[in-house]
């Protein structure tokens, strides 16, 4: 009998049709007899998921209706259905299944794609099949003839079938009962939205929210320095003392004690110079490419996994959902003999360091599912290199450049320290001289990047000319996240967040999603409006500051606790934990919730009755066109004749102060408004005033 091959879509079964003759019918391929399939095979194919679990009314018509009394939401047994405007596909799918003794399942190779599958396959009805998995990191001809060669049996992708599983029913369970939950007692306060919440989605609002009150309870502090800039033979530069103090009195205390005034004479003191090294950089994961990605173009990490599975399905990259960033042997063997054809692809020739693998890159240990992201062995014709999109070939090249910087030298540099003594006090400078760029020629600096100033040729005990000052600063605020760390934020629970000159991810601890979810999560939680993205500046919104504010306490707000889930759901795929002990666990925080959240709610700080969100209700005519109205939206007051021409905008955050809908109202009709208290100045200081409209702007008047 012929073997029936299940592709997730039809761009990936076209893909594997492409490495045998095939002859193409309604909703598979037939493939001609080949030495991999002496009798020939089917290839048919998803359209992402066919089945999906049934709505709540399904299991109980009290389900269908929104009622407190209704909850909670736990079916006894969970059932599946054929999704909307699948089921000829599905047809297709089940006849071919019946009519063979032998199941390919040939859907992405990781959790999600098991997932796909299994539920498709089970729900077919089918009995009795022997099931055997296509495991490939590369749609390359070769590859994908490889992997069919080489047939795993279904033991591990069993396995990963039921942690999808279980995530997937988690997933509705919270969200079916959580945001019923939610939406009712918040409309009993007179909003009426809805508030959508996940297991996942929500902790992650969350983060975002605490890094938001972080910010707005800042106050600047000032602290004062002592600087010198100092005149050498060969030229200026600057140092410190080693003081920071937070009264100006400190500092001139200091100099007062060394009898130093404005301009006097200093001395070279020591001159030490080190010769220091970088090694390349490690290899791409999904989520290193997105921030590099982010930081680089601004780049949404939806773009960036959009971008890179077309270029997977173009045969130029290995797979991308992929956490791992090392290689195996095998990889680093076809890496290393192209060396050169990937260098002139890219007009990026240097000599080759080494062609022995380094435990840095190549780590059979460290390889689990897949192996980091990396160029495959079909390098493309310049023709085809120059017809990539360009955001296609930003993301192509990163990734080239990461790999070939394997074979680079280290980029060495000389760090110089100055240690300058002026009247006994010593000023500290650090310098630092490229020696071999290496591996940094295949990433040409930013236009906009500052080049750090050059130190003069010093010699020690050489006399220079002092001036010395004291320089006052002022403590600035947490930065808000960009949308490229919001990866690094959910991977580490916002413990810790990879800093913006970093090229690698900061150590993982137990984080929030996996590699492949967790763009699609802060999507969500964008579509669901409760955060924007301007100018790639992540900010929460007036219903996401809700939604935190009703959640706060409870353990929809702790990302610790949907981080151990998510380590659990990881146990299943591996064979250590149980679906049924998970969902049991998810059965009793939903009970918990429903329990608590009713009291919480009145003890949390959220009025008795709250006024509907803004941006629902017009709050006047526009100032400037005098036809549209100005409503809230997306963070800030807009006129909603916008998509018309008309620009007039107000901030929700004017000097640290939250504007209301009356005060934009005031602005409005009478162009000022009362005295506003709670203003705060850049060196911190509260002050009151009222806001003027003049000619679309706001200004102060006191």
Known sequence: MKPVIVAEKPSQAKAYAEAFKTTKRDGYMEVAPD??????????????????????????????????????????RYQFQIARGKAQQFGVIKKLIQQTDTVINACDVDREGSNIFYSIYYHTGAKGKTIRRLWINSLEVDEVRKGFQQLRDNRQDLLLYQEAKARQISDWLVGMNGSRLYSLLLQEKGIREVFAIGRVQTPTVFLIYQREKEIEAFVPEPFYEI????????????????????????????????????????????????EKRIQPPLLHSLSTLQAAANRKWKYSPAKVLSVMQGLYEKKLVSYPRTDAQHITPAEFSYLANQVEAYQKLIGAEFPVASRTPKKRFVDSAKVQEH????????????????????????????????????????????????????????????????????????FPPAKEAKAEPSLPELREQEPVKAKVDIKEGMTTPPKPYTE??????????????????????????????????????????????YIQVKKNIVSITDKGRILCQSIEGNLLSSPSMTAKWETYLKKIGKGEGSAEVFLATIAKFIQKLLDEVP???????????????????????????????????????????????????????????????????????????PVIKGFVSKNGKKFSARLVLEEGKLKMEF
């Not at 920071?244 to 500092?251: G, L, S, V, W, Y």
């Not at 980091?372 to 070939?393: C, F, N, Q, V, Y």
């Not at 993301?395 to 280290?410: C, G, K, N, Q």
């Not at 629902?616 to 007051?637: N, T």
């Open 599 to 673: 009291s919480q709610m009145k003890t949390n700080g959220l009025p008795e009755k709250m006024p509907a969100l803004e941006g629902k209700d017009e709050i006047a005519i526009c100032p400037r066109c005098k036809k549209g109205k100005i409503v809230f939206r997306r963070g800030s007051f807009n006129c909603t004749e916008y998509d018309n021409g008309c620009k007039q905008s107000f901030p929700a955050i004017f000097a640290k102060k939250r504007l209301t809908a009356k005060q934009i109202e005031y602005l409005c009709t009478k162009g000022k408004t």
């Open 371 to 442: 192996y980091a992201i990396i160029p495959t062995k079909s390098i493309p014709t310049a023709r085809k290199l120059e017809g990539l999109a360009k955001d296609e070939r930003n993301l192509y090249e990163e990734v080239l450049r990461t790999s070939l910087a394997m074979f680079h030298r280290d980029y060495r540099y000389a760090e110089t320290k100055v240690t300058t003594d002026v009247k006994g006090l010593d000023f500290f400078t650090k310098g630092k001289t490229d020696l071999e760029q290496g591996w940094k020629e295949l």
């Open 227 to 274: 600087e010198g800039i100092f005149k050498a033979e060969k030229g200026k530069y600057k140092g410190k003392a080693k003081i920071k103090a937070k009264e100006r009195q400190e500092a001139e205390a200091l100099l007062l004690k060394h009898q130093i005034g404005g301009t006097e004479d200093g001395v070279v003191k020591q001159l030490k110079t080190t």
């Open 484 to 529: 490229g760390q919001l990866i690094a934020m959910m991977k580490t629970c916002g413990k810790l967040v990879e800093d913006a000159e970093d090229t690698e991810i900061l150590k993982e601890i137990e984080g929030l999603g996996t590699e492949a979810t967790r763009s699609g999560i802060i999507e969500t939680i964008k579509r669901h409006e």
């Open 35 to 76: 030495p991999i399939f002496p009798e020939g095979a089917y290839i048919t194919w998803g359209i992402g998921h066919l089945v999906e679990l049934k709505e709540p009314k399904a299991y109980d018509p009290k389900w269908n209706r929104w009622s407190l009394a209704a909850l909670p939401i736990l079916p006894e």
